[in-house]
């Protein structure tokens, strides 16, 4: 299989990145993981683990600081638009974080609906961001998260310095 390129599409604002620098460590019919470092230095983040589980219409995120320490889970709604020679994953702005301590908060609902209201998503994007929100929301409810985050530690440890 010819290795293709990875893209994020973004709605707002309205981007599209190359994900060049994006390490792809498994990519199975309905799974991709990488490893990345953040596109701009930050203190508070270097770098982290994605799983994209394309039929669900997920990426699950474990997010480590530049010393390679666990920060947080961050979990992306998106639709994956696969081409012969690329994936673009455009993100459908629902987000969710999950931190150390198991709580969990949903982002971005208010541009969610604002980009549907304003035609910059499409309603049938908006329904797949949301069916994506509650395989995961259940899924943590149930107390069954490590069906989507746990495939990660088989990659750890995130080796981000170099």
């Known amino acids: 299989m010819t290795e293709k390129l990875l893209y994020r599409k973004r709605f707002i ?3 599209t990145t190359a994900l060049k620098d994006d390490e792809i460590l498994l990519w199975e019919d309905d799974l991709i993981i990488t490893r990345w470092k953040s596109l701009k230095p930050r203190s508070d ?18 997010i480590f600081d530049p010393a390679g320490g666990f920060v947080h889970w961050y979990c992306d709604m998106i639709h994956p638009v696969v081409r012969e020679d690329a994936v673009i994953f455009e993100d459908l702005l629902l987000d969710v974080v999950i931190l150390p301590d198991g709580s969990t908060r949903v982002l971005d609902a208010d541009e969610a609906a604002e980009a549907a ?30 069906k989507y985050g746990g495939i990660l530690s088989r990659f750890e440890p995130p080796e981000l310095s170099a």
């Open 13 to 15: 604002p309205m981007e």
């Open 45 to 62: 983040m270097g770098g982290g683990l994605s799983a994209y589980y394309l039929r669900d219409g997920l990426k699950i995120s474990k």
């Open 117 to 146: 209201r304003c035609g910059l998503i499409t309603a049938e994007q908006l329904c797949q961001s949301l069916t994506s929100l509650h395989l995961l929301l259940t899924s943590i409810y149930e107390g069954k998260f490590e």
